[in-house]
Nanobody, 126 residues
Framework: VQLQASGGGLVQAGGSLRLSCAASGRTFSSYTMGWFRQAPGKEREFVATISRGGSSENYADSVKGRFTVSRDNAKNTVYLQMNSLKPEDTAVYYC????????????????????WGQGTLVTVSS
């Protein structure tokens, strides 16, 4: 599956953005989908993941209660709604796909996901 992320931009602290990740192929519903982010000089970190059918979501503690991951399998798209944004949320955001179900012991590990989008930059100003 090929992934294309979009929706990044510049927003003030406290604002909102919605990221989208469009996937190619006809087996999108077979993939667990994840969002990661990477700030300058830092390692890539887990943000959220959603199960194949969309019934199960997991979040990093740093975004829990502010971010919501969702998916529309009919449109081959996964979303990340980001509210109450903070300057520390500034990063390049990546969507990622893992073929198969959710393994809670591995969802936060980047190598769990074989397919990655190109990233979209989110900048939150104070």
């Amino acid at each position: 599956v090929q992934l294309q992320a979009s929706g990044g931009g510049l927003v003030q602290a406290g604002g909102s953005l919605r990221l989208s990740c469009a996937a190619s192929g006809r087996t999108f519903s077979s993939y667990t989908m994840g969002w990661f982010r990477q700030a300058p000089g830092k390692e890539r970190e887990f943000v959220a993941t959603i199960s194949r059918g969309g019934s199960s979501e997991n979040y990093a503690d740093s975004v829990k209660g502010r971010f919501t991951v969702s998916r529309d399998n009919a449109k081959n798209t996964v979303y990340l709604q980001m509210n109450s944004l903070k300057p520390e949320d500034t990063a390049v955001y990546y969507c990622a796909a893992h073929y198969g179900g959710v393994d809670l012991l591995r969802i936060e590990i980047p190598t769990y996901y074989a397919n990655w989008g190109q990233g979209t930059l989110v900048t939150v100003s104070s």
